[in-house]
């Protein structure tokens, strides 16, 4: 048990059932009302409507990108005209032998796919405005093209957009088509949220080193998003098409492409009803204050700044209850210690660790110089020193995001690559920072499932369609998780948004995390800091057990109470070199390290 006042684990999980329905009922409430619309509604209705189910479809992949990944694509409205003009092009045998409107649908969602590769791949290496630049360019050149190109797309005079067979070339028949891939869309943009993947993009977004340190590989994760995302805004433009029957350049302005991005931002960062919600607000805006469509760029940019000053989590965090009573002041943590050997089994096969003659320079300052250690499977090895000694340098190189100039990090018959941090987490290395690395609008349980990333099987499609084997996946990691969470003490928190933690739960949350990989190193970067003299302890014995169930511990750590009450072997660092070595008692009376680092 984590605490004395909080709910206990059991009764939290015994209320998801309820919690699941209550998440569910928004959902259910919009598509009965968009059921019942055609009961009252005539041909107008039906066509806003209609559109805003258009604009929904690519919101909800767009979402994904700007919401949950962090990715400042403004220029969406490119892949949206790219699909209204193939579906257009195709349909009418502009280019090629036409082909049915349903074939230039799905014709327009593969090939938006292929352009939101295309634009995404930027991502990989440019971030934020640099990145929202380049998306701009894309629909300038975009519009150019389609100006331009006038024997295929009929430049500015524009060309007629695909005519759907029966029973969907009827303003409600149109309307029941969009609504129903709506709500594809959204079923699928949810199953990506809530699986590794879309975690995944949650953590690259927030924490995207300790993302990396769990094996999450931000470039292969993107590519699969932005090919989902691709898709959407194609279909969604040839779905456009159809719906306006005639489009020109004009039809795809930079109005319509604040549009999508304003929606994400209002509706709220990793939310899905959020950004559905934004979505329907800003299409039937324009047409309730008629008056103001002139003004629609300045309209979006006063509801964005509104957003951003009075409810910077937008609309879902206006909605979400879950998290606004107050947890218990005095909260204890209590490991769990008997529910180790669940956790990590007895299967993980003793490895070491070695540095030999490792430099590592910063422009002429040596941060490493000749470092040479090895650290052994059962014990857990303290790495001291004064500040700037190369503490948590050595740390950052062993865990990949270093490289050094010389030298060999082996991990029991495995050479580790330099410079390689995401490809740590697979062989069993695993590690806390000094500064907690956490998600902090994810729940206690979720930040902890980012660590069990590697373990799943599913594929993205998988988990898109909500296949079996996701199912499996997602079961399997939150079991673990939830014992990963009992074994730190922090089970009776699971539910709770991580940055309504304290400080020390923080420390003991990042080792949770760790353990989802079984390790077969587990670094720990001052862990002890900012705890008190009775959670040291707790910690201690933690550490201990840990390193007693087989893992190689190494232990960057101040608290010199600490180290020499729980390690087994110590180096002494100063100035980037090895000063001492050897057992916590060779240790305390060596003259050097007294001088340089202990006192007395």
Request: glycine share 12%.
């Amino acid at each position: 048990m984590a605490s004395d006042r909080t709910l206990p684990a059991s009764r939290i999980r015994a209320a998801q059932p309820s919690h699941r329905l209550a998440s569910l009922a928004p959902f259910l409430a919009i598509l009965v009302f968009l059921a019942l619309l055609p009961l009252w509604g005539n041909d107008y209705r039906a066509l806003i409507g209609t559109r805003a189910a258009i604009y929904w479809i690519l919101v909800a992949g767009l979402n994904l990108i700007v919401g949950f990944a962090g990715q400042l694509a403004i220029g969406y409205v490119a892949l949206f005209a790219i699909g209204a003009y193939t579906a257009s092009i195709l349909a009418a045998g502009n280019l090629m032998t036409e082909i049915s409107p349903a074939l230039a649908l799905l014709a327009a969602a593969a090939v938006g796919a292929g352009f939101g590769l295309v634009v995404g791949l930027p991502a990989l290496r440019l971030r934020t405005f640099y990145f929202a630049m380049t998306t701009l360019g894309f629909a300038t050149i975009v519009t150019q093209i389609a100006l331009g190109w006038q024997s295929v797309t009929g430049g500015g005079i524009g060309l007629s957009g695909p005519s759907l067979p029966a029973p969907f070339d009827s303003a409600w028949g149109l309307y029941g088509l969009c609504v129903g891939l709506a709500v594809v869309a959204t079923i699928m943009s949810a199953n990506i949220a809530h699986s590794r993947f879309g975690r995944a993009l949650i953590a690259t977004r927030d924490a995207e080193v300790a993302a990396e340190a769990n094996g999450i590989s931000k470039p292969a994760v993107l590519v699969c998003v932005f090919l989902f995302a691709g898709a959407a805004a194609g279909l969604a433009g040839g779905l456009f098409a159809t719906l306006q029957t005639y489009i020109t350049p004009d039809a795809f302005t930079f109005d319509l492409s604040l549009l999508f991005f304003i929606s994400v931002l209002i509706g709220g960062r990793g939310s899905i009803l959020g950004p559905l919600l934004g979505t329907i607000l800003l299409t039937l805006l324009p047409e309730i204050a008629a008056p103001l469509a002139a003004w629609s760029t300045f309209v979006y940019a006063g509801l964005l700044l509104v957003i951003v000053l009075a409810m910077p989590g937008g609309i879902a965090a206006l909605l979400d209850r879950s998290n606004r009573q107050p947890l218990a002041a005095n909260r204890a943590i209590v490991p769990n210690i008997a529910s180790l050997g669940r956790l990590l089994g007895t299967a993980r096969s003793a490895q070491n660790l070695t540095l030999s003659d490792v430099v590592l320079s910063f422009g002429g300052l040596r941060a490493i110089d000749g470092l040479t250690l090895s650290v052994r499977p059962g014990e857990v090895h303290g790495l001291i020193g004064p500040n700037g000694s190369g503490k948590t340098t050595t740390l950052n190189v062993i865990s990949g995001y270093y490289r050094p100039q010389q030298g060999r990090i082996v991990l029991g018959d495995t050479d580790l690559p330099p410079g390689q941090p995401v490809g740590r987490a697979a062989l069993g290395i695993c590690r806390t920072f000094q500064t907690p690395r956490i998600i902090g609008a994810a729940s206690v349980l979720e930040n902890v499932m980012v660590g069990g990333t590697l373990s799943g099987r599913a594929s993205f499609v998988e988990a898109l369609l909500s296949l079996p084997r996701s199912h499996r996946d997602e079961a399997a990691i939150r079991q673990t998780a939830r014992l990963a969470l009992e074994v730190v003490g922090l089970g009776a928190l699971e539910d709770v948004r991580a940055d309504h933690l304290q400080h020390s739960e923080l420390r003991f949350l990042e080792i949770a995390r760790g353990l989802m990989l079984c390790p077969r190193l587990l670094l720990l970067d001052e862990p002890a800091a900012g705890l008190s003299a009775t959670e040291i302890l707790r910690l201690g014995t933690l550490i201990r057990a840990i390193s007693r169930a087989g893992v190689a511990v190494l232990l960057v750590e101040h608290h010199a109470d600490l180290i020499f009450e729980i390690c087994d072997q110590i180096t002494v660092l100063n100035l980037g070199r090895v000063l001492a070595h050897g057992t916590p008692a060779e240790i305390r009376v060596h003259k050097e390290v007294v001088s340089a680092y202990l006192g007395g």
